[in-house]
C-alpha cells in the first residue's frame, strides 16, 4: 500500500507559481537591497530558488514567505534570500586575458612605482563569490612578487553573499576546479588532501595569509577602505544591474582607486553608454586616468 505525502504534495504545487502581487515584492525588495535587476524572464528562476527557501523555513506557500520577509527585522532571511537567488559561476583564471594583462602590463607598473608605492599594493576583488578569482590573483601577484620584487601585498575580498564567502575563506576546492590552475602552482599554491581529503587541495596558508574576506553589499553604506586600492576587480556582475545601477558603481569604485589605477570588469560587460570617469585600455580593462 502506497501512503501519499499530501503536504509534501501541496508544497511541490504551490512552488510552481508565484503571483504577480509576490513576484513584484520579491524583484523589489532584492532591487532595493542588491540593486539585481530581476526582470520577467527570470519569474520561473526566481520561482525555483524561492522554493528551496520555503522547504528550508517549513513554509507552504509564497504569500506566507513574502510575510515572514516584510516581518524580519533583522534582515537573517533576507540574506538566505539573497543567497539563494545570487549566481556564483566561475572557475580559477577565468577570463585568462585578464591575467596575462595583470602579470605583464600592471605588476610591472607596480613595480616600477607607477602605481603610487611600489612596496605595498592592495587589491580588491569586490564580487569574489566562491574564491576561484581572488586566489586566482593571489597567485599571480605572489609568483609575480617572488620574482619581480620583495613588495607587500594585500588581497581584500567581498561578496554580499554569506554563503559563498564561508566556502571561500576555507580555500578547499576538488581536483576537478583547480584544473586550470598550472600544475607548478598547483604544487606551490595548495595542500594536496589525505585520507578523507583525498581528491581535494587546500590553498597554502602562506597564501591565504594575505587574502581577507568580508561581506559588502555594493550599494549599502560608503566603503570603509583605509587605503585606495591599484587594482579593483568587479567582474561579472555589473550584467545584473541596470544603466543607472551600473554608473553609480563604477563611479563609487573610482573613488577608491589611485590615480592611475585599473578598473578590470567581466568580458561580457561593457561601460559603453555608460557615464564613467575612465580611460578604455582594452576591452573590460579600465584606468583612472593620473
Known sequence: MTIRNTTAHKSLETFKSISNKDYTFIRELIYNETRINLGEGKRELVTARLGKRLRATGLTSIQDYCSKLKNDPKNGELYHLIDAISTNHTFFFREINHFNFLNETILPQFAN??????????????????????????????????????????????????????????????????????????????????????????????????????????????????????????????????????????GRLAQHLVPGGYLLIGHAESLAGVNHPYDTVKPAIYQLPA
Open 113 to 250: 612605482g607607477e602605481l603610487g608605492n611600489p612596496n605595498s599594493l592592495n587589491v580588491w576583488s569586490c564580487a569574489c563569490s566562491t574564491g576561484e578569482e581572488p586566489y586566482s590573483v593571489a597567485i599571480t601577484l605572489a609568483d609575480f612578487m617572488e620574482k619581480q620584487t620583495k613588495g607587500r601585498w594585500q588581497l581584500n575580498c567581498s561578496d554580499i553573499s554569506t554563503k559563498v564567502l564561508d566556502f571561500a575563506s576555507k580555500g578547499v576546492y576538488d581536483k576537478n576546479r583547480i584544473k586550470e590552475v598550472k600544475t607548478e602552482w598547483q604544487r606551490k599554491y595548495f595542500q594536496k588532501g589525505e585520507k578523507q581529503m583525498d581528491g581535494y587541495y587546500r590553498v597554502h596558508p602562506e597564501l591565504r595569509k594575505n587574502v581577507k574576506f568580508q561581506r559588502i553589499n555594493l550599494f549599502g553604506t560608503p566603503f570603509q577602505w583605509r587605503e585606495k586600492f591599484q587594482i579593483i576587480f568587479c567582474r561579472n556582475v555589473m550584467i545584473y544591474f541596470d544603466r543607472p545601477t551600473q554608473e553609480d558603481l563604477v
